[in-house]
């Protein structure tokens, strides 16, 4: 009777010890901490309301206070965890504070809602690689387009004056995240089959969302510029002054300076292309100092246009929005300072590594101009 009795106490009192938790069993320490966290819970629910909890997370967000963003978050999260909102905000204060390992706040906001909110998957993509980012963004592209899609169905059901005008989702959003692709298949992806396929329709989309999305800009001059440089045919002409066009768009002016020098060397009688090497060293011209770069710069901008000026008139071309423009920047640069009419002035002006392409230039229009005196 009493080794029953001690046998019943004692289970009784492991009983004590121990506690099922979702089939696992919890230690004293871990019964404890689970109790202060119900009670914080509730004390945080009767302090505050949810909006007001959002509210405060949001205040320190803006205010960069990542830290006590996430204390306000997962108080928020303790009290509605299968809340969207609040699990994305918290996705983006994890991301923002390095702490990659949470992305399971990410992965819950997906299971609960895969087809609502875009976020979430911008966030995966940005934290995976390869393939699995590309399916992430790609997913995040296409909820956009749908948010997109309902809410132009919506103003058009209910008109502009009953139905705000204001979308949560932009064009540039999707024009960012189709460049997103694009740049894994330019890099990571690079080798895969048909990436190059690939990456092109990516820029191609991210362009017709946003034409002048400088990332996407930049994106098709690399593309443009790679494949000029990988393929044994050489692309067409005309195809070539667009690729230094978008170069120059997005500021890499070297690259757009190789491009066209390239195209001089084939045909120096393109006045376009004379102009848009005048014109992307008038570009930089603000970039520099009064130094030897700076008056270099100028003195190949002006070189260029001058011989863009000529040409347009020998060859009396028809694009008159290009001479007005060649005639403004001229001015701007102090033309008839330089001896614009002056072909002797122009040669002095030139620097060193315009020598060989400025004697062809002018070797081959005396050549022509004797040929038809004769």
Same mark, same amino acid.
């Given at each position: ?181 694009? @740049?894994?298949?330019?890099?990571? /992806?690079?080798? !895969? &089959?048909?990436? $190059? *396929? ?5 820029? =191609?989309? #991210? ?119 060649? @005639?403004?920047?001229?001015?701007? /640069?102090?033309? !008839? &300072?330089?001896? $614009? *009419? ?5 040669? =002095?002006? #030139? ?24």
């Amino acid at each position: 009777m009493g080794g029953q009795a001690k046998a019943k106490k004692k289970n009784k009192a492991k009983r004590k010890d121990t506690k099922p938790n979702g089939g696992a069993l919890m230690s004293p320490q871990e019964r404890m901490k689970a109790k202060m966290q119900e009670r914080a819970k509730k004390k945080t629910a009767e302090k505050y309301t949810i909006d007001q909890l959002v509210g405060k997370t949001e205040e320190c967000i803006d205010n960069f206070d990542f830290d006590m963003a996430r204390l306000y978050c997962q108080r928020a999260l303790d009290i509605e965890p299968t809340n969207l909102t609040i699990l994305d905000m918290m996705g983006n204060i994890c991301t923002e504070l390095g702490e990659i390992e949470k992305v399971y706040v990410y992965l819950k906001a997906v299971e609960l809602s895969p087809e609502d909110g875009h976020s979430k998957y911008m966030y995966l993509g940005q934290i995976h690689t390869g393939m699995e980012a590309v399916q992430y963004f790609s997913k995040g592209t296409e909820v956009m387009l749908n948010t997109m899609d309902k809410h132009a169905n919506k103003a058009s059901a209910f008109g502009a004056a009953a139905f705000p005008s204001e979308c949560a989702v932009t064009k540039k959003n999707v024009s960012v995240a189709f460049c997103s692709i694009a @740049e894994i298949f330019f890099t990571d /992806l690079c080798m !895969e &089959e048909g990436a $190059a *396929d690939r990456c092109k329709v990516a820029i =191609d989309k #991210a362009l017709q969302y946003d034409e002048h999305n400088p990332e996407a800009l930049q994106l098709m001059a690399s593309y443009l510029f790679s494949i000029e440089k990988n393929e044994s045919n050489i692309p067409p002409y005309e195809s070539r002054i667009t690729t230094a066009k978008l170069l120059i768009e997005a500021e890499q002016y070297e690259m757009a300076t190789e491009v066209l020098e390239d195209l001089l060397e084939e045909d120096d009688e393109v006045v376009e292309v004379w102009y848009l090497l005048g014109w992307l060293f008038y570009l930089q011209l603000d970039k520099q100092d009064l130094t030897s770069n700076g008056v270099n710069f100028r003195k190949s901008a002006w070189t260029y246009l001058s011989k863009a000026k000529k040409l347009y008139v020998k060859l009396r071309c028809e694009d008159a929005p290009m001479f007005e423009h060649t @005639e403004q920047l001229l001015a701007e /640069l102090g033309g !008839e &300072e330089h001896g $614009a *009419d002056d072909d002797d002035d122009d040669d =002095d002006e #030139a620097g060193p590594y315009l020598d060989n392409i400025e004697d062809d230039f002018i070797q081959s229009s005396d050549d022509e101009e004797d040929a038809m005196d004769h």
